[in-house]
């Protein structure tokens, strides 16, 4: 199957650092999301990606969509204790099952 | 707009007992996902609804799983027998037309 592998696994930064995560993929995805998760609340959607090399912000957030189609990052600027949670990427192919990755740990210290 | 709703949000049961969780989507939403979240395993697809016809239902870990779709607000995922290594959080998730996924805040399981 589909193998995604995100990293890092986790990050400490200190408020009003830029942050940087990226996920790739063993196969060409055609969709590319990424989530935010907050402890004990569900995923919620951030950015999502249909196109090759697709460049697209919401606020501080930014990600893009590989050339390739093998991979995507997410950037955070000027991070601010509430980014604090778990960002997970997830890739769709042909169909429409979505992969997900195992999750970055996002931890900013005021 | 309500987003994808899930009950109950906490289960406590016994080994052996059945549980039942809910959800119901998006309205217009034609699209239904039941994952579940574990440290381990991270995401696991159990079940995908389009047009409340279950199309994969490859993730459910065994016949002690089931769920259903009667109608197109409204779905059930079902342990029957529960065991302690059903124990996890199980989400919820709708979309239109199998783009974005919207997730529902969760129902953890504990199964003692």
């Known amino acids: 199957g589909q193998q995604l592998n995100q990293s890092p696994q986790s990050m400490f930064i200190q408020e009003g650092e830029d942050v940087s995560m990226n996920c790739t993929s063993s196969?060409?995805?055609?969709?590319w999301l990424w989530y935010k998760q907050d402890p004990g609340e569900g995923p919620v959607l951030l950015i999502a990606l249909y196109k090759a090399g697709e460049l697209t912000s919401n606020g501080r957030l930014t990600a893009q969509f590989g050339i390739t189609r093998k991979d995507s990052f997410l950037n955070i600027s000027a991070s601010i204790p509430s980014d604090v949670g778990i960002y997970f990427c997830a890739g769709r192919g042909s169909n429409y099952k979505l992969t997900f990755g195992k999750g970055t740990l996002l931890t900013v210290n005021p | 707009d309500a987003g994808v709703i899930q009950s109950p949000r906490h289960e406590v049961t016994e080994m052996g007992q059945e549980v039942t969780l809910r959800c119901k989507p998006i309205?217009?939403?034609?699209?239904l996902f039941w994952y579940r979240q574990t440290m381990m395993r991270g995401l696991e697809l159990l079940i995908y609804f389009n047009n409340n016809v279950p199309i994969d239902d490859s993730g459910m870990p065994e016949d002690r799983f089931s769920a259903k779709m009667p109608n197109a607000s409204f779905s059930t995922l079902k342990i029957q027998p529960s065991e302690p290594r059903d124990s996890a959080v199980y989400f919820c998730?709708?979309?239109?037309?199998?783009?974005?996924?919207?997730f529902g805040e969760g129902s953890r399981l504990t199964v003692l």
């Open positions: 998730a709708s979309s239109l037309g199998g783009r974005e996924l919207f």
């Open positions: 196969s060409i995805f055609n969709t």
């Open positions: 309205s217009g939403h034609n699209s």
